[in-house]
């Protein structure tokens, strides 16, 4: 059974950084589509960075330059390193992963079909 689960969030002032992870168990990591995704309260939720299989990433252009995905193929964990976090970057994190589909672009409209359960990230100004 495949699971995802973050860990890493926290509260932080503007300018802070925080490094959110993401342990997946039940399969190993084989170059499939992941991401991170964040829902703001009363917002829709959105793609916030993505990893192709090969090795290729994605970012929202909100986070462009402050942020960074990877992966530790031997832990089986994505990570997302966030510097320079703003109050707009507050917001429930999530990570996503496409297991058993090869051959998606992993980012846009990508049919996730395993998600975490969340990390909260707080920034204060």
């Known amino acids: 059974q495949v699971q995802l689960v973050e860990s890493g969030g926290g509260s932080v002032q503007a300018g802070g950084s925080l490094r959110l992870s993401c342990a997946a168990s039940g399969y190993t990591y084989s170059g499939n589509c992941m991401g991170w995704f964040r829902q703001a309260q009363g917002k829709e939720r959105e793609e916030v960075a993505t990893l192709e299989s090969d090795g290729s990433t994605s970012y929202a252009d909100s986070v462009k330059g402050r942020f960074t995905i990877s992966i530790d193929n031997a832990k089986n964990t994505l990570y997302l390193q966030m510097n320079s976090l703003k109050p707009e970057d507050s917001a429930m994190y999530y990570c996503?992963?496409?297991?058993?589909?090869?051959?998606?672009?992993?980012?846009?409209?990508?049919?996730?079909?395993?998600w975490g359960q969340g990390t909260q990230v707080t920034v204060s100004s």
């Open positions: 996503a992963a496409l297991v058993g589909y090869m051959g998606w672009a992993c980012s846009g409209s990508t049919p996730y079909n395993y």
